[in-house]
């Protein structure tokens, strides 16, 4: 609004208070809520690589384990096998 005197007067919504304490929280909280997203990302990244490497990993000893305990079961059943032959004779 202007006066009669020229001078320019503001007004503001009954709110205005409010309404730039919440902005200026919003404002003073962005860089510490960016660099926490940022952290949280890296560290979504590192647990997903080590997830994947661990698994990987697993599957390997296991595939290993199976290995090994199948040759086993074929030694020991060959070496029955043949005890019981010559138990025959």
Do not use: Q
């Amino acid at each position: 609004k202007v006066t009669r005197d020229g001078e320019i007067l503001y007004s503001y919504p009954k709110n205005f208070r409010s309404v730039v304490r919440s902005k200026s929280v919003a404002i003073r909280l962005e860089p510490g809520i960016a660099k926490t997203k940022a952290v949280a990302a890296y560290l979504v990244r590192v647990g997903f690589g080590t997830a994947l490497i661990a698994s990987i990993a697993i599957v390997f000893a296991a595939i290993i384990v199976i290995s090994t305990s199948s040759s086993n079961d074929r030694d020991n059943r060959r070496s029955s096998s043949s005890s019981s032959l010559s138990m025959m004779f």
